[in-house]
């Protein structure tokens, strides 16, 4: 048996000088998240809190409303409880996506709309399917989006966090 101590010092650099493998670093960075499905809100736990800014878009299209509603969401995913933190931003101010080539804007619009004016429509969806007519401000889509469960779908970001998107109506027995 020999005792550390009697052992060479071997330095950081020798030691750990082999290459990182990307995808094996990734698929464990990925493995710390949660899995990805549906996962729903649940206010009277879990209040979401809203978060209003606005900013001049890059493109010269003009000022841009933002709310970012922060909280957590549940799922139980395969019988296992999961719980995580959402971040979801939506727009009333309709923006098309831009298009994207190699993860890189080419400057050029989609004929789609982007994430924020998504998330957006669906709330009015969901606001409209639940109370039977249209909001009549913004700020009650807001409202109702904190008072109300709602259901997003999460998924692993390349960024390495959680996503979410399509707000929908939340399971039933919820």
């Not at 050029?108 to 399917?129: G, I, M």
């Not at 039977?132 to 999460?154: A, D, H, M, W």
């Not at 390495?160 to 929908?168: A, K, N, R, Y």
Request: charged share 30%; aromatic share 8%; net charge negative.
């Amino acid at each position: 048996m020999t005792d550390e101590r009697d052992e060479q010092p071997v330095d950081i650099d020798t030691l750990f000088n082999q290459e990182v493998n990307a995808a094996e670093a990734d698929a464990a960075i990925s493995s710390l998240l949660p899995p990805k499905g549906n996962y729903q809100t649940n206010p009277d736990e879990f209040p979401l809190q809203a978060y209003a800014n606005s900013f001049e878009e890059k493109d010269g299209s003009g000022v841009r409303r933002m709310i970012t509603l922060i909280g957590q969401v549940f799922a139980t995913i395969e019988g296992v409880e999961y719980k995580t933190r959402l971040r979801l931003k939506l727009s009333p101010d309709a923006r098309k996506a831009q298009e994207y080539v190699d993860d890189q804007p080419t400057g050029e619009l989609s004929d789609k709309d982007d994430a924020a004016t998504k998330r957006w429509n669906e709330a009015l969806k969901l606001y409209k399917d639940k109370c039977k007519e249209l909001p009549k401000k913004e700020s009650n889509v807001i409202e109702f989006l904190q008072s109300n469960p709602f259901r997003v779908y999460g998924y692993h970001g390349r960024d390495g966090e959680m996503g979410f998107s399509q707000i929908t109506a939340p399971k039933r027995g919820r």
